[in-house]
T-cell receptor, first 114, second 113 residues
Framework: NAGVMQNPRHLVRRRGQEARLRCSPM?????VYWYRQLPEEGLKFMVY????????ESGMPKERFSAEFPKEGPSILRIQQVVRGDSAAYFC????????????FGSGTQLSVL | GESVGLHLPTLSVQEGDNSIINCAYS??????FIWYKQESGKGPQFIID?????DKRQGQRVTVLLNKTVKHLSLQIAATQPGDSAVYFC????????????FGKGTLLTVNP
């Protein structure tokens, strides 16, 4: 009964490179959410996806950031041309139902930009 | 309680004592509140939730109190154990957007054996 799986756990990138973060939701969950956490801060909502659809991306930066949740495979959060300010922990959560507030979070990916 | 400063509020208790963690929220439209526990290197873990039509809800060793008049939420942990040491976040969401949680900055709870 695996929970939300995120990989990699740690990702180091140099400024200007691309970062790809992966998230596999819990079995039976078709709703995926991405949150970002800066040091000593609470999590901040980025995007909500269902299979092949972006439902709400109001928390995503307008440039360089994109997310997808294809029909097959994990959800991907992609950050192009990373900058030092992108360094943070990125958490993925999933839920079985639309509008279900009880989100199950993964262990996160810690992105460090050198 | 919650803070707008750069450092996490901290609460240090002795094993076996009761802990009370406070949270202030600002959005009067919020109608659903959740407490999460986050251990080092892990994602947030759901503890307990409460809707705005209630003022108290109890779980196993935990109680959440909601005071809508002053927009205040608290988490009470009975007989605190070393395994309770973690950062605790309150989160809120307004009606109609149940997945878009707004998290507070968190409180670091340290339980001394």
């Amino acid at each position: 009964n695996a929970g939300v799986m995120q990989n990699p756990r740690h990702l180091v990138r140099r400024r200007g490179q691309e970062a790809r973060l992966r998230c596999s939701p819990m079995k039976g969950h078709s709703h995926v959410y991405w949150y970002r956490q800066l040091p000593e801060e609470g999590l901040k909502f980025m995007v909500y996806l269902q299979k092949e659809n972006i439902i709400d991306e109001s928390g995503m930066p307008k440039e360089r950031f994109s997310a997808e949740f294809p029909k097959e495979g994990p959800s991907i959060l992609r950050i192009q041309q990373v900058v030092r300010g992108d360094s943070a922990a990125y958490f993925c959560a999933s839920s079985p139902l639309q509008g279900d507030e009880k989100l199950f979070f993964g262990s996160g990916t810690q992105l460090s930009v050198l | 309680g919650e803070s707008v400063g750069l450092h996490l509020p901290t609460l240090s208790v002795q094993e076996g004592d009761n802990s009370i963690i406070n949270c202030a929220y600002s959005n009067s439209a919020s109608d659903y509140f959740i407490w999460y526990k986050q251990e080092s290197g892990k994602g947030p873990q759901f503890i307990i939730d409460i809707r705005s039509n209630m003022d108290k809800r109890q779980g196993q060793r935990v109680t959440v109190l909601l005071n809508k008049t002053v927009k205040h939420l608290s988490l009470q942990i009975a007989a605190t154990q070393p395994g309770d040491s973690a950062v605790y976040f309150c989160a809120e969401t307004p009606g109609g957007s149940n997945y878009k949680l707004t998290f507070g900055k968190g409180t670091l709870l340290t339980v001394n054996p």
